[in-house]
């Protein structure tokens, strides 16, 4: 009881003090060491994270703060109080092995092995020694040359569409009365399985599949599956990581064939400091449509963003921002040829290590030109604007268990009343992660 009584009254009297402390006013770090000894590891990572902003580059607030976020599965966090800490204690062995751990865990395998190599230049304790062997054995087993790593997720979505046919598509002159957009609830079942070889630290090889089935319950729509087959192969230096992956995708409308896509993309991306990354994109696909074959043509999508922590280190909330440009080559369209500019934002905020929340906005602009298209009866000066809205949650628990209920909302405009509508979804969706096989 005593205990508890002593526990509650540090916790209100740091989350009290958190607002108005000095550098030089550090909350008793040895009653925080107390409760980080006495497995009350989860409340010192709460208490301490506050804190950073006023306490970041203080030596025993780092290496305290940095064992707590690694004691919570937040290696990022604590890289970045361990990188601070190898800076003001330059001769501390056991700052740079926790800075090996932290990386290890950000599967940062080469940047681990160089702190760990540091430490044994400097003729660590036994101790130290026969810790290094063991993290270098773990890093061995990450990236020795016979890896295989498959991963397997089941996930199983249930919702309400207002508008399930996206769009009439029908000019309104041929149905006087107007058109009515086709409500329905709806089921989504996605299986996904990938393999991973590594042969060594820098490159791993990959396959995989995605099958999705989705099903609308009204009587106005058709059952649909896709299945994707991918493969590929990553390269990773200490801040790149650039990737090949090469796509096809089938897809069935009702069980008869629907498109046929095969996709070529390249992705890469650079990691500026602990809080950002560049991205980059660009794709090449050609897709057949069995119904439509005049829509039948190559699309092009090129692009680039941002990825990090906006406020540093201060709340675990994490922003991506991409923008990209589309075109196409479809020579029989009657529509003609489109090209558009799309953008994204995407942020996300990290209660904790069960709960997730998110926000999405996305928009995508279309134009259609007739300008030297081949097909002569071509006569299309239409423009389409789509936005999408979209916020959420994802819920873990039981480790292998996520719960993620999701709202989205699209408004299509358009010069071309036919094209115009609007669409709101709500779905909830249960996924299953299998445990990882590895070899």
């Known amino acids: 009881m005593g205990k508890k009584i002593k526990t509650g009254l540090l916790t209100l009297l740091i989350l009290g003090a958190s607002a108005a402390v000095t550098a030089e006013n550090l909350p008793d770090i040895n009653e925080l060491r107390d409760l980080y000894t006495s497995n009350q590891r989860a409340q010192v990572y709460e208490l301490m994270k506050p804190l950073e902003a006023e306490f970041a580059g203080q030596a025993a607030y780092d290496r305290l703060f940095a064992q707590a976020a690694l004691s919570q599965s937040r290696p990022d966090e604590a890289t970045w109080a361990l990188e601070r800490l190898v800076l003001v204690e330059p001769r501390s062995l056991s700052a740079k092995y926790l800075l090996a751990e932290a990386y290890f865990q950000l599967e940062r395998y080469s940047s681990a092995q160089r702190q760990l190599d540091i430490i044994k230049e400097r003729q660590p304790t036994e101790s130290m020694s026969n810790r290094v062997a063991r993290l270098e054995q773990r890093i061995q087993q990450r990236t020795q040359p016979t890896h295989l790593k498959l991963t397997t997720r089941v996930e199983l979505a249930l919702g309400y569409d207002s508008n399930v046919t996206s769009s009439p598509g029908t000019p309104l002159d041929a149905v006087p009365e107007g058109y009515e957009e086709d409500d329905s609830v709806f089921s989504i079942l996605t299986l996904r399985q990938r393999l991973t070889y590594t042969p060594i630290d820098s490159i791993s090889l990959f396959a995989g599949y995605r099958f999705r089935d989705t099903r609308p319950y009204s009587e106005s729509e058709f059952i649909r599956q896709n299945l994707a087959l991918n493969f590929g192969a990553a390269y990773r230096a200490d801040r790149w990581r650039v990737s090949l992956e090469p796509t096809y995708a089938k897809g069935w409308k009702d069980g008869e064939g629907e498109f046929d896509e095969k996709r070529l993309a390249v992705n890469g991306r650079y990691t500026l400091d602990n809080n950002s990354q560049v991205l980059g994109f660009l794709s090449r696909s050609q897709i057949e449509y069995d119904q439509t074959p005049a829509n039948d043509g190559d699309f092009n999508l090129i692009g680039g963003g941002w990825a990090g922590h906006p406020l540093g280190a201060q709340l675990p909330l994490l922003l991506v ?35 997730n929340y998110f926000v999405r906005f996305s928009s995508s602009f279309r134009s259609y030109d007739c300008d030297g298209h081949p097909v002569t009866s071509c006569d299309s000066q239409r423009e389409d604007l789509q936005l999408r809205y979209s916020l959420g949650a994802q819920f873990r628990f039981a480790s292998s268990w996520r719960v993620e209920p999701r709202l989205t909302y699209i408004d299509q405009q358009s010069n071309s009343d036919p094209y115009e509508y609007q669409r709101l979804i709500t779905q909830v969706s249960l996924r299953y992660d299998f445990d990882t096989w590895t070899r």
């Not at 921002?321 to 996300?348: I, K």
């Open 321 to 355: 921002a991409t923008g990209n440009y589309l075109f196409t080559d479809q020579p029989d369209s009657p529509v003609g040829e489109f090209s558009g500019f799309g953008t994204s934002v995407n942020a996300s905020y990290r209660l904790n290590a069960q709960q």
